[in-house]
Nanobody, 116 residues
Framework: VQLQASGGGLVQPGGSLRLSCTAS????????FGWYRQAPGSQRELVAS???????DYADSVKGRFTISKGNAKNTVYLQMNRLKPEDTAIYYC???????????WGQGTQVTVSS
């Protein structure tokens, strides 16, 4: 299984970015996608998640600014990030859950830097 995450970069405060995550190499059903982030010196934390049925969950710090959604392509998820703040600076990781084989997979991470 491979997770390809992309879309990170450098953006000014108040700007927007869209991250994408595509999972390939598995025929098993993916029950959920999640975006996590880890800033230097901090623990990895959940940013947003979406289940196969479309239920979403967000960290309080991003509610109203970030939106997680499924793409039209199979096994693709997006994270639209608006009104970015310097404290959103982190490496963002995509995670999937595959219950049929009781396995969690992580992507390689994409750097998001919010700075003027």
């Amino acid at each position: 299984v491979q997770l390809q995450a992309s879309g990170g970069g450098l953006v000014q405060p108040g700007g927007s970015l869209r991250l994408s995550c595509t999972a390939s190499g598995t025929s098993f059903r993916i029950s959920a996608f999640g975006w996590y982030r880890q800033a230097p010196g901090s623990q990895r934390e959940l940013v947003a998640s979406i289940t196969r049925g479309g239920s979403t969950d967000y960290a309080d710090s991003v509610k109203g600014r970030f939106t997680i959604s499924k793409g039209n392509a199979k096994n693709t998820v997006y994270l639209q990030m608006n009104r970015l703040k310097p404290e959103d600076t982190a490496i963002y990781y995509c995670k999937i859950e595959v219950p049929a084989i009781a396995t969690i997979y992580w992507g390689q991470g994409t750097q998001v830097t919010v700075s003027s």
